[in-house]
């Protein structure tokens, strides 16, 4: 079997543009959250995944997939947000095996909410709406109480 054709020079240099981008965005994102919530980006979209999911909650093996995270790096993440009284953990009623996250009211409730600098209201990193930023926004009341 043949190797696949490489880049070439063109498509190279966009390729390692958009690594580039993707990584300050990323950065930003995360030092924005960090700074005006207290929480890391990773954080926040647990919190955003679970406030859009159906009872706001989901099974760990979910939320690890949904989040790309490592079900060990989740549930460290778990742990901390447990701590802070936003997120809850239960065992499944039919399957003892399995653990369920779920998005507390303290948390559902909050006033005090970190606004990913996607928002226009965050003046933060971008200016305009987006699609994920509308999704975002539905998640904002998972903040820090």
Excluded at 22 to 48: F, K, T, V
């Amino acid at each position: 079997m043949a190797d696949p054709p490489w880049l070439d020079d063109d498509e190279q240099e966009t390729w390692r543009a958009f690594l580039w981008t993707s990584r300050l965005l990323n950065e930003a994102l995360d030092r924005q959250l960090q700074r005006d919530s207290g929480m890391p980006h990773a954080y926040y979209m647990i919190l955003a995944m679970l406030s859009e999911s159906p009872g706001r909650a989901r099974t760990m093996s979910e939320l690890a997939e949904v989040v790309h995270s490592s079900p060990s790096r989740l549930s460290h993440a778990v742990n901390r947000l447990e701590a802070a009284g936003w997120v809850r953990r239960s065992k499944h009623p039919t399957d003892r095996r399995t653990t369920i996250a779920e998005l507390t009211t303290q948390a559902s409730t909050c006033s005090s909410r970190p606004r990913p600098a996607t928002s226009p209201r965050s003046g933060g990193t971008c200016s305009t709406r987006s699609r994920a930023s509308r999704r975002w926004s539905s998640a904002r009341r998972c903040a820090r109480c």
